[in-house]
């Protein structure tokens, strides 16, 4: 049974930053990606970074790119979500997952998911 824990959300004033965790349990794939999505209210979930676990290839959302950066430690089976310069649209909750499938922004593609880890930027 695959599990993602997100943690590392808060309160923030605009221009400061945070750090995300995601740690998994259990094995999903022999080959996948994980990806960090947000979702704020009324909104659709929308991808904003993903890391290819094998090789740690990273590709991003045009609206974070050199602001976030998205790592990985594969000793301890977490994914990282470093944000600088945050902004009071990074609001949302932020939630970590994993897919097989080579799509990494279309969030339909996902098998699993963890909870959730809310970020508000004030301003």
């Known amino acids: 049974q695959v599990q993602l824990v997100e943690s590392g959300g808060g309160s923030v004033q605009a221009g400061d930053s945070l750090r995300l965790s995601c740690v998994r349990s259990?094995?999903?794939?022999?080959?996948?990606?994980m990806a960090w999505f947000r979702q704020a209210p009324g909104k659709e979930r929308e991808f904003v970074a993903a890391?290819?676990?094998?090789?740690?290839?990273?590709s991003y959302d045009g609206s974070v790119r050199g602001r976030f950066t998205i790592s990985r430690d594969t000793a301890k089976k977490t994914t990282y979500l470093e944000m600088n310069n945050l902004k009071v649209e990074d609001t949302a909750t932020y939630y970590c997952?994993?897919?097989?499938?080579?799509?990494?922004?279309?969030?339909?593609?996902?098998?699993?998911w963890g909870r959730g880890t809310q970020v508000t930027v004030s301003s």
């Open positions: 997952g994993i897919t097989i499938e080579g799509r990494v922004i279309d969030s339909r593609l996902y098998n699993y």
């Open positions: 259990g094995r999903p794939f022999a080959n996948y990606h």
């Open positions: 890391i290819t676990w094998s090789d740690g290839g990273t």
